[in-house]
């Protein structure tokens, strides 16, 4: 296991954590869902370190804040935990084992398609807790009111996590990181 990768998900994971924890400091109702902030250090995590180490944070990432934070809410800690795990999964996957990393638009394609499945993923969820296991409270429609109230967050992360990516790839800084 490369120290500078571990070291590098250590960092991610810690801004999973203490990321969303400042933008609730904003005051801003429901900022974590509006500015999904956990999601952008997950989706880094696999870019940068690929799909194990992208699954891995985004597991952990809302596990250690829910027992550390209280948030998320417990409820919604599955729901969180699958989504995340499969953000940080695709997007590696798409970007490295794929080989997008190659193309030129290739981080927007792994991007929107590591933001798409982890939504797809997030309502299968749903319909298994619904349909499967009788969990009353919760709708299909809660897929789409996430993805509503999440459009500042998703602008956000399309905006920014290319960006960055493209810059930390160009500078060099995580050159022994990135393939």
């Known amino acids: 296991m490369n120290v500078k990768r ?3 998900g250590g960092l991610l994971l810690a801004m999973g954590i203490l990321v969303p924890q400042a933008f609730h400091l904003t005051g801003v109702p429901a900022s974590g869902a509006v500015f999904l902030p956990m999601h952008i250090p997950v989706l880094i ?3 940068l370190l690929g799909p194990i180490y992208g699954l891995i944070i985004g597991m952990l990432s809302p596990l250690i804040s829910a027992m550390t934070t209280g948030m998320p809410a417990i409820a919604r800690l599955p729901f969180m935990i ?3 795990a499969t953000y940080g999964a695709i997007s590696g996957l798409l970007f490295e084992q794929l ?9 927007y394609i792994s991007l929107l398609g590591a933001m798409l499945v982890g939504r797809i993923v997030y309502g299968l969820m749903l319909v298994g807790a619904i349909y499967l296991f009788g969990v009353k409270g919760l709708s299909i429609g809660m ?3 996430a993805i509503i ?9 399309v905006v920014c996590i ?6 930390l790839k160009k500078g060099g800084v995580l050159s022994d990181i990135i393939r």
Do not use: D, S
């Open 6 to 8: 571990l070291a590098a």
């Open 45 to 47: 995590a696999g870019f």
């Open 82 to 84: 699958g989504e995340l």
């Open 99 to 107: 080989g997008l990393y190659k193309r030129r638009f290739g981080i």
């Open 143 to 145: 897929v789409g009111t």
């Open 149 to 157: 109230t999440g459009i500042p967050g998703i602008v956000i992360q």
């Open 162 to 167: 290319p960006v960055l990516i493209m810059a």
